[in-house]
């Protein structure tokens, strides 16, 4: 038998259909990404255990969690899964302290250890000093570092995380980012990133599940997502560039390259490029001449509406063009072509 | 006119009136309003006008004023505490549950706000009254008569009061987020643990908002006290009905005592208002 | 399904209106009239037979208890007519100079023991208004009904015990009717228009008469449907009507 997480989910709403096969093994992190109504929200509430399946099973470990055919059902508060919520879904009447200390207390824990170990967690997210505040009081990105340590404090099976940067702004994600990957590395058991964002999917998990219309349109690294996208929504939202490099002011030094970006920045950051922010030209461009450079076309990839082309050095990266302007360029594997990209179209995260 | 109208907007711009809050409300707003605080505060203050302040004393240490001050504080706090513990879980059952006739549950819950509390009262009589349909096995079993009781008043209050504690609670349950109480599962807790610690502390500031008022509307309820209840000093007549009385025969006792019920009623209100309705 | 509900009720009540309306032409000079509560019957038959007579006067009956009238009329209240059922309060209101004219006596009434039909506490007296097992219902002595029963019960020298004090005497009829009260002491007239209510005399001995005034209140802005509303009470039909309901005629 193996352990870590063995599911199918199935799963029949009016108009909705999902199922998914979805293993994940201990200490592995899977990211499920999707557009809004792919059917990740029901995933989540068929793994978590507030929406019973209809068809499939789910395993954990050794444990049958929830199988229509023979009838078993286990309650959310007897799964062992801890979820960390979209928007945290903090306690609002309970203090940071209390809403880490729950699921103790909610276990049994005496109320003076529950608190020891609490006030244990917060320090591990780095809260110690405002354990006695209120949700309303904290900023979103500590909020998320509650709801962590609240997910985390009772030591679950399995980790779920719902879209737990959706509500922050980009210098909180950093820090969040910084503080998951390190407790997502100390995780025995198996984890379940959903997300839409796919910088956060590369950057956090070991394997990512493109789920669209209730089904998985692909499933893989993060490279082969990237750089192989199986479906329009996945060449759109996984297809991006991620550029990772050093940044002093507005300049972004990656290996020997330099790119302008439209916000000051120091250190290690990542930065994003959308495909269709690259745009292809057969001789030196005017205008902002930063951002531009020359190099060559390795690789050119046809989708029903558009064309991915795949650059080489100085800086690898894929653009996307029409199908027109491919042919009125006439490229090919092996062009010799300029790219340019505008600074604002360049997007920066903390690293 | 056009230079005109530039004019205006860019001395508008200087000085910054359009993005400052208000100050004063426009008179649109203003006199409506002041016209509607003035039904609520000429009454009072009519009541204040007449009062026998320097008799006041003497008018309330009155036996029948003592033991109608008594009557309904038993009788207020008692509806209250009843309609809490049977208004929640109606509220609970109208917001969580489908069943067949929900709505006319709903309807029929609510009717005791909108029914002339005399027919309310009447209808009391009909259902629990010592022939009633169910006071009349009743009375057969145990001997026990409701009306003309002080357990009739209370009745009679709950009768009236409860809509209110199920409409404030439910509307409490119906806004409050469900993902809490799933957090709170996901958590690790029952039952039991999810309503103690999570549904009831979240919905508390409408539960005290509830009991306030189911107070307040059994303090002053009349017509169904009257009807079901009857008038007796010491055991039925509560203030407002020893008000009423009184107003008959001895009109300083009466403004007395409504004078009474005036400053309690408030007290309790803001009170209640200043420690939880700001939080809540 | 609800809105249509929502809708069709107003459309009833809008009809209910106009059609009220209709009736109740604008011309028709309005009298209101405030009588004590135990004159509701009669005064009902009087209206009906006043308005058939004189179809360009529009009777408005205020019922209620005598004294309750008495404040709203001291409040200034803009009644035309007043008929309590006491003399006293008549007085009383004469003293604030809002009678016009004098008031004259139109009936007379008396009280009387009340128990629901089949007599269920076995009632034959006074001296059972004392048994503490009975549920007994008195009018409260603020109003006249409940002045003239303790003036009964203090002739006949009985202690009642009574579990409620009405403040009205229809209330306490009422739950005589329904049998949630065993006994009680109403005027005659009350029980005469009842169902399921039985009369068990007083001795006239203990018994008292009410006198039931009528006069037109100086406030007035109707004298002439003012006086012909009293002059019809005091005139031969309305004497036939009030003694069909049970009082004595002066």
């Known amino acids: ?351 | 006119m056009t230079e005109d109208h530039q004019d205006s907007i860019g001395t508008s711009r200087r000085s910054g009136s359009r993005f400052r809050p208000a100050r004063r409300p426009p008179a649109f707003i203003a006199v409506p309003a002041a016209i509607g605080l003035a039904l609520f505060a000429l009454p009072v203050l009519g009541l204040l006008g007449r009062a026998p302040w320097s008799r006041l004393a003497t008018l309330l240490g009155s036996d029948m004023a003592l033991e109608a001050l008594r009557l309904s504080a038993i009788s207020s706090v008692s509806a209250a505490i009843i309609s809490l513990f049977l208004g929640v879980p109606v509220a609970w059952i109208l917001c969580r549950y489908e069943f067949p006739g929900r709505s006319l549950v709903r309807g029929l819950v609510l009717l005791p706000m909108v029914l002339p509390p005399v027919v309310g009262g009447a209808a009391l009589l009909f259902a629990l009254g010592r022939r009633g349909l169910v006071g009349s096995p009743l009375y057969e079993a145990t001997g026990i008569v409701l009306p003309f009781s002080t357990g009739g008043v209370i009745l009679a209050g709950v009768f009236v009061a409860m809509p209110l504690m199920v409409l404030t609670v439910e509307g409490a349950l119906r806004g409050l987020d469900h993902r809490f109480e799933r957090a709170a599962e996901t958590l690790g807790a029952g039952r039991w643990t999810v309503l103690r610690r999570v549904t009831i502390p979240m919905i508390a500031p409408s539960v005290v908002a509830g009991i306030a008022l189911t107070w307040a509307r059994a303090l002053g309820e009349f017509g169904a006290t009257l009807t079901f209840a009857g008038n007796l000093q010491g055991r039925t007549q509560t203030l407002p009905l020893a008000v009423f009385v009184a107003l008959e025969s001895d009109r300083d006792t009466a403004l007395a005592l409504s004078l009474v019920m005036v400053v309690v009623s408030l007290a309790v209100i803001v009170a209640l208002r200043d420690h939880w309705w700001r939080n809540g | 399904m609800a809105r249509r509900l929502i809708a069709g009720s107003f459309a009833i009540l809008l009809f209910v209106s106009c059609a009220g309306a209709g009736t109740r032409g604008s011309d028709r000079v309005e009298v209101l009239v405030a009588a004590a509560s135990s004159l509701t019957d009669a005064f009902r038959d009087i209206e009906a037979a006043f308005e058939e007579a004189h179809p360009g006067i529009d009777v408005v009956l205020n019922l209620g208890g005598s004294s309750l009238l008495r404040e709203q009329i001291l409040a200034r209240a803009p009644v035309d007519a007043f008929a309590p059922a006491n003399v006293a309060i008549m007085e009383e209101v004469r003293a604030a100079g809002l009678v016009s004219g004098s008031a004259r006596v139109f009936a007379r009434n008396t009280m009387t023991i009340a128990v629901p039909a089949g007599n269920p506490g076995g009632v034959t007296g006074l001296d059972d208004l004392a048994r503490p097992e009975l549920l007994v219902g008195l009018c409260a002595e603020t109003v006249p009904c409940g002045r003239f029963t303790r003036q009964i019960l203090l002739k006949a020298g009985v202690t009642a015990r009574p579990d409620t004090e009405e403040p009205n005497v229809r209330a306490l009829l009422t739950k005589v009717e329904r049998g949630e009260l065993d006994t009680g002491i109403v005027y005659a007239t009350d029980v005469r228009g009842a169902d399921g209510v039985i009369a068990i005399a007083i001795p006239e001995v203990y018994n008292v008469t009410t006198d039931y005034p009528v006069a037109i209140m100086s406030g007035t802005s109707h004298p002439e449907a003012a006086t012909a509303f009293v002059a019809y009470v005091l005139s031969d039909e309305g004497r036939v009507l009030l003694g069909r309901h049970g009082f004595e005629l002066p």
């Open chain 1, 1 to 351: 038998m193996r352990t870590g997480l063995d599911s199918r989910l199935t799963m029949e709403r009016s108009g909705f259909h999902l199922d998914m096969a979805l293993g994940i093994d201990p200490g592995q992190t899977v990211a499920l990404l999707g557009p809004n109504g792919a059917g990740k929200t029901t995933a989540v509430g068929a793994l978590a255990g507030l929406v019973p399946l209809d068809r499939g099973y789910i395993r954990l470990d050794d444990r049958v969690l929830d199988d229509p055919a023979t009838g078993t059902l286990v309650g959310p508060a007897e799964r062992r899964i801890g979820v960390m919520f979209q928007d945290g879904v903090l306690f609002p009447h309970l203090s940071a302290l209390e809403n880490v200390a729950f699921g103790l207390r909610s276990r049994g824990v005496p109320r003076r250890e529950a608190r020891r170990r609490a006030a244990g967690w917060l320090e591990a997210v780095g809260l110690d000093q405002l354990s006695d505040h209120r949700p309303g009081r904290l900023s979103g990105g500590q909020r998320q570092r509650v709801a962590l340590a609240r997910a985390l404090i009772t030591e679950p099976s399995m980790l779920l995380l719902d879209e737990p940067f959706s509500a922050l702004d980009v210098s909180s994600r950093a820090g969040l980012r910084r503080l998951l990957q390190d407790h997502l590395a100390g995780f025995p058991g198996p984890s379940l990133l959903i997300t839409h964002d796919p910088t956060e999917a590369f950057l956090l998990a070991d394997r990512l599940i493109v789920l669209e219309n209730g089904s998985v349109a692909q499933e893989g690294s993060a490279d082969q997502v990237r750089l192989r996208p199986a479906s329009p929504y996945a060449a759109d939202l996984a297809g991006v560039n991620l550029v990772v490099g050093t940044a002093s002011g507005r300049v972004l030094t990656v290996g020997k390259h330099r790119l302008l970006v439209p916000e000051a920045a120091s250190g290690q950051v990542i930065a994003t490029i959308h495909p269709r922010a690259i745009s292809i030209h057969l001789e030196r461009p005017g205008g902002s001449p930063r951002n531009s450079w020359p190099t060559r076309i390795e690789r050119i990839d046809h989708h029903a509406d558009r064309v991915r082309v795949q650059t080489g050095h100085p800086l690898p990266v894929t653009a996307e063009i029409t199908p027109d302007a491919q042919t009125g360029l006439n490229l090919a594997p092996g062009s010799e072509v300029w790219l340019s990209v505008k600074a604002t179209e360049i997007q920066v995260n903390a690293g």
